[in-house]
């Protein structure tokens, strides 16, 4: 999966706002879920199987999908924001990634998905969420201040990933707390 196959954001709890292209926008609302989402990479929760499915992803500015499909999903509970993500890779072996330090510039630098948060409407501010194929993570506040790539959300947010045939998988967590 290229880097460009995995960029969205999220523009309100319940509104998906993707950039598909330049000249069109593709919310999705996101219903509220009662399951109990196990962060283990696996989507094998009810949940997951009956989420809207975003996709396809395209490669920036353009119109044409990327080679390598990216789908993602998103729910969230009363404590946490989740986002599950599948990412079609035949060689596994090939995806860049490894075990990083936390915030290393490697981790963007790697085949990776790249999460953009921004909770309140309107404002410029946002915040970056990115992780690799290892659940390596890198995360920072993007606002008036310039990049902060110090900020580490407290409490934290979590990443699990696992390798399947022929994709990798995630789910993310997101504490409504760090804002
Ligand atoms: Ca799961």
């Given at each position: 999966?290229?880097?460009?196959?995995?960029?969205?954001?999220?523009?309100?709890?319940?509104?998906?706002?993707?950039?598909?292209?330049l000249?069109?926008?593709?919310?999705?609302?996101i219903?509220m879920?009662?399951?109990?989402?196990?962060?283990?990479?696996?989507?094998?929760?009810e949940?997951w199987?009956?989420?809207?499915?975003?996709?396809?992803?395209?490669?920036?500015?353009?119109?044409?999908?990327?080679?390598?499909?990216?789908?993602a999903?998103?729910?969230?509970?009363?404590?946490s924001?989740?986002?599950?993500?599948?990412?079609?890779?035949?060689d596994?072996?090939?995806?860049r990634?490894?075990?990083?330090?936390?915030?290393?510039?490697?981790?963007?630098?790697?085949?990776?998905?790249?999460?953009?948060l921004?909770?309140?409407?309107?404002s410029?501010?946002?915040?970056?969420?990115?992780?690799?194929?290892?659940?390596?993570?890198?995360?920072?506040c993007?606002?008036?201040?310039?990049?902060?790539?110090a900020?580490?959300?407290?409490?934290?947010?979590?990443v699990?990933v696992?390798e399947?045939?022929?994709?990798?998988?995630?789910?993310?967590?997101?504490p409504?707390?760090?804002?």
């Amino acid at each position: 999966m290229s880097k460009n196959g995995c960029f969205f954001m999220c523009c309100a709890v319940v509104a998906l706002l993707l950039p598909r292209c330049l000249a069109e926008e593709v919310r999705q609302v996101i219903a509220m879920t009662a399951q109990r989402i196990e962060l283990d990479g696996k989507l094998n929760e009810e949940v997951w199987k009956s989420s809207s499915v975003t996709e396809p992803f395209l490669y920036l500015g353009t119109h044409s999908p990327t080679k390598k499909q990216t789908r993602a999903r998103v729910a969230y509970d009363k404590s946490s924001m989740y986002v599950a993500v599948e990412c079609d890779e035949n060689d596994l072996t090939a995806v860049r990634g490894g075990d990083r330090q936390r915030d290393a510039d490697q981790v963007w630098q790697d085949d990776c998905v790249e999460i953009l948060l921004a909770p309140a409407l309107g404002s410029t501010e946002y915040y970056h969420f990115i992780f690799n194929i290892e659940g390596s993570k890198y995360d920072s506040c993007v606002g008036g201040k310039g990049l902060a790539a110090a900020w580490n959300p407290d409490p934290d947010w979590q990443v699990a990933v696992i390798e399947e045939t022929n994709l990798w998988t995630a789910e993310i967590a997101v504490p409504w707390s760090i804002w």
